[in-house]
């Protein structure tokens, strides 16, 4: 069955560095658009960073530009996030997303929480 399986997340002091990882299993990992996104308590989920599957273009929400980094292994089917210079208000779920047509398949989210 298809499963995406997000690790990394964690407790980290402002100014720091997670790597968020998330595995892919029972679809054709590279034929998708890989996306991650947050939620924080009390708000709306949102897009955080998108690779596409054909160049692998990636776009960022203008509150991660220049500290995140999405990448892709399509041999391992697995996406990253690099995260650097964390600030409080990166404080989220951070859920694992990827689409393909109209099929989309999310992950179950992992938790990073950024405090002193």
């Known amino acids: 069955q298809v499963q995406l399986v997000e690790s990394g997340g964690g407790l980290v002091q402002p100014g720091g560095s997670l790597r968020l990882s998330c595995a892919a299993s029972?679809?054709?990992?590279?034929?998708?658009?890989m996306n991650w996104y947050r939620q924080a308590p009390g708000k709306e989920r949102e897009l955080v960073a998108t690779?596409?599957?054909?160049?692998?273009?990636?776009n960022y929400a203008d509150s991660v530009k220049g500290r995140f980094t999405i990448s892709r292994d399509n041999a391992k089917n697995t996406v990253y996030l690099q995260m650097n210079s964390l600030k409080p208000e990166d404080t989220a779920v951070y859920y694992c997303?990827?689409?393909?047509?109209?099929?989309?398949?999310w992950g179950q989210g992992t938790q990073v929480t950024v405090s002193s």
């Open positions: 690779m596409a599957s054909a160049d692998g273009t990636s």
């Open positions: 997303n990827a689409v393909w047509s109209r099929i989309d398949y």
């Open positions: 029972g679809f054709t990992f590279r034929w998708y658009t």
